[in-house]
């Protein structure tokens, strides 16, 4: 219904971009690598998905068609809506969730809040016939560089993701050597990583 929002972003918070489209506010949900290509006051063009509920009617952001397309294909899947897809290309690229799927990788998707070991298994078996071979041009998502604010978005971003506060704070501890040894911190790579400690955690 909307394929993409393009225009002047007036807004960012941890999870929406609000981006002025003929002089209306569009906010749009978008995953924290998304985010971190985004300048206030600053051209964007993103490709998007309305999800239509009974009581809202939701826009979602992605930075290609490619994500906006696998975001709707994972939503195939018994279980799945537009949160858990999102959270999906939060941490892997679409790329890299094919390769995921094609190679029967359980710890890729389990890597995903939200997804336990039985859940990944149900969704390799939903997902083989749907999301299509790996293209081999997608890395995994890691954004673009932020130099300054990386610790505030990736807090927000695991808040956004469903973690607690504490577990947040301790994931941003954990990578923050990683951050000070990077010129420019990457959010989207700084995420994964987080991630990777929080499973171990638990």
Same mark, same amino acid.
């Given at each position: 219904?909307?394929?993409?929002?393009?225009?002047?972003?007036?807004?960012?918070?941890?999870?929406?971009?609000?981006?002025?489209?003929?002089?209306?506010?569009?906010?749009?949900?978008?995953? #924290?690598?998304?985010?971190?290509?985004?300048?206030?006051?600053?051209?964007?063009?993103?490709?998007?998905?309305?999800?239509?509920?009974?009581?809202?009617?939701?826009?979602?952001?992605?930075?290609?068609?490619?994500?906006?397309?696998?975001?709707?294909?994972?939503?195939?899947?018994?279980?799945?809506?537009?949160?858990?897809?999102?959270?999906? %290309?939060?941490?892997?690229?679409?790329?890299? %969730?094919?390769?995921?799927?094609?190679?029967?990788?359980?710890?890729?998707?389990?890597?995903?809040?939200?997804?336990?070991?039985?859940?990944?298994?149900?969704?390799?078996?939903?997902?083989?016939?749907?999301?299509?071979? #790996?293209?081999?041009?997608?890395? #995994?998502?890691?954004?673009? #560089?932020?130099?300054?604010?990386?610790?505030?978005?990736?807090?927000?971003? %695991?808040?956004?993701?469903?973690?607690?506060?504490?577990?947040?704070?301790?994931?941003?501890?954990?990578?923050?050597?990683?951050?000070?040894?990077?010129?420019?911190?990457?959010?989207?790579?700084?995420?994964?990583?987080?991630?990777?400690?929080?499973?171990?955690?638990?």
């Amino acid at each position: 219904m909307i394929a993409f929002v393009s225009g002047p972003v007036a807004a960012l918070a941890p999870d929406t971009a609000v981006v002025e489209v003929g002089g209306i506010g569009m906010a749009v949900q978008c995953a #924290p690598n998304t985010l971190s290509a985004l300048r206030v006051g600053q051209q964007a063009k993103l490709a998007t998905s309305l999800v239509v509920r009974e009581d809202s009617l939701t826009l979602y952001g992605f930075a290609d068609d490619d994500e906006r397309q696998t975001f709707e294909l994972l939503q195939t899947a018994s279980g799945v809506g537009p949160r858990l897809a999102q959270a999906m %290309l939060a941490v892997h690229s679409p790329d890299a %969730l094919r390769r995921a799927v094609a190679t029967g990788d359980e710890k890729a998707l389990t890597a995903v809040p939200g997804i336990g070991k039985k859940g990944a298994q149900k969704l390799l078996l939903e997902y083989k016939d749907r999301l299509g071979a #790996p293209t081999g041009t997608g890395g #995994p998502a890691i954004g673009t #560089p932020v130099t300054s604010g990386w610790s505030d978005q990736l807090h927000a971003a %695991l808040i956004g993701l469903g973690y607690a506060t504490r577990e947040a704070d301790e994931a941003v501890a954990a990578v923050t050597p990683q951050a000070e040894a990077s010129e420019k911190p990457q959010v989207g790579q700084l995420l994964k990583a987080a991630l990777q400690t929080l499973n171990r955690a638990r």
